[in-house]
């Protein structure tokens, strides 16, 4: 084993596509199956401690799965700008942190490129859009029902094509969100984003200029709305994560990185008994190339969950015991056949046979081989 986990890792995760090995998928599929069960538990306990410190609140977010909202005219003004300082760059699917969740199908980055155009954030992005986020911090709060920080960023244009992706969920980690700034608005003529929500309606959103849409996009199907006589849709993407107090210092993880995939980041403080950063993020490394030894896949995909493998209605641990049961009647049989073997024939003739039979069949099947 490498002595640096992450470095070791994040190689194998850069390598382009003609580069990789069949198995080195299941770095990827088992890396996705734990940072489930990690985020999970990050964001219930993330969604209780706000509930708890504070009132009730009815969220539109979580009755319908999406939210619009509208800024002011300064704020529309500073967010077109915000856009325009971002310069366009061709797509890298492997511009992304070791660290984080990142889309790793050819066909899909093939997608992306198909249906997108992609801009690098300016310095004037990452010093200004904090001023169009903080006025919206409770909002976001509320409707979320967890204080939040910003788990990666993208700036991108829908292109005016005939046909979108398709109506898909983003199957992440279920409390990551997507707030998408519309600078020039978005609908039908510039492109726009259809969703179909919680209560099963499809909406083409139409929103003016400056506007936002906050969705869940692991809980609703959606996908981006264009056509050929669409003019282009620019949008600042932010994908909002659960937290224990709200930040919104932006953060730009890569082209293709979404968030961590451990609900986890370094502190300043002092923490002792084997669980500060180091220790914890080194051993859960561990337990992921530990798991790849176990549970091994040659194809890339995503979602994968430990429950695709429970069926329902199953019950395991009786499955098992009969499998033993078998394999003990499958034993018990054979030593029944073979004393009765040496009774009718005697040992010394049931020892003759045997040694002669058995190099004939592995004979035989090594000749199979080579044929």
């Known amino acids: 084993m490498k002595e640096d986990l992450k470095k070791y890792i994040d190689g194998i995760e850069h390598l382009q596509y003609g580069e990789r090995l069949p198995f080195h998928a299941s770095l990827f599929e088992n890396k996705a199956m734990i940072s489930k069960i990690l985020w999970d538990i990050h964001s219930h306990n993330a969604k209780k401690f706000y509930i708890n410190n504070n009132t009730k609140y009815d969220s539109t977010l979580e009755e319908y799965g999406y939210i619009t909202g509208k800024l002011d005219k300064k704020s529309t003004d500073l967010l077109m700008n915000i856009f325009s300082s971002c310069e366009k760059v061709k797509f890298d699917p492997f511009d992304f942190d070791s660290d984080y969740v990142y889309e790793p199908r050819k066909n899909l980055h093939d997608d992306m490129v198909r249906i997108n155009n992609y801009y690098k954030p300016s310095e004037f992005f990452f010093e200004n859009l904090p001023s169009i986020l903080n006025p919206l911090k409770q909002t976001l709060e509320q409707e979320n029902q967890f204080y939040w920080r910003v788990a990666s960023s993208r700036i991108f244009e829908v292109k005016p094509v005939s046909k979108a992706q398709g109506f898909h969920k983003d199957d992440q980690a279920l409390a990551i969100k997507k707030l998408f700034f519309y600078p020039k608005g978005a609908n039908r003529k510039i492109g726009s984003t259809i969703l179909i929500d919680k209560k099963g309606k499809e909406t083409i959103i139409e929103l003016e200029s400056g506007s936002w849409l906050l969705f869940e996009n692991s809980l609703c199907e959606h996908q981006a709305f264009s056509s050929e006589e669409c003019v282009g849709r620019p949008t600042i993407e932010i994908d909002l994560m659960p937290d224990f107090s709200t930040n919104t210092k932006i953060e730009y993880h890569g082209i293709n990185g979404w968030y961590p995939w451990i609900p986890m980041q370094e502190s300043s403080v002092e923490i002792k008994g084997g669980l500060d950063y180091k220790n914890v993020y080194d051993r859960n490394l ?25 069926k329902e209605g199953n019950n395991v641990f009786e499955e098992i015991n009969e499998v033993k049961e078998n394999n003990i009647n499958i034993k018990e049989d054979i030593k029944e056949d073979i004393n009765k073997l040496v009774e009718k024939n005697g040992l010394i003739t049931f020892l003759i046979i045997f040694f002669k039979t058995i190099p004939n069949i592995f004979l035989k099947k090594i000749i199979r081989k080579f044929k």
């Open 286 to 310: 561990k337990r992921i190339l530990g798991l790849c030894e176990i549970n091994k896949t040659d194809t890339y995909r995503f979602p994968c969950e430990f429950s695709d493998y429970y």
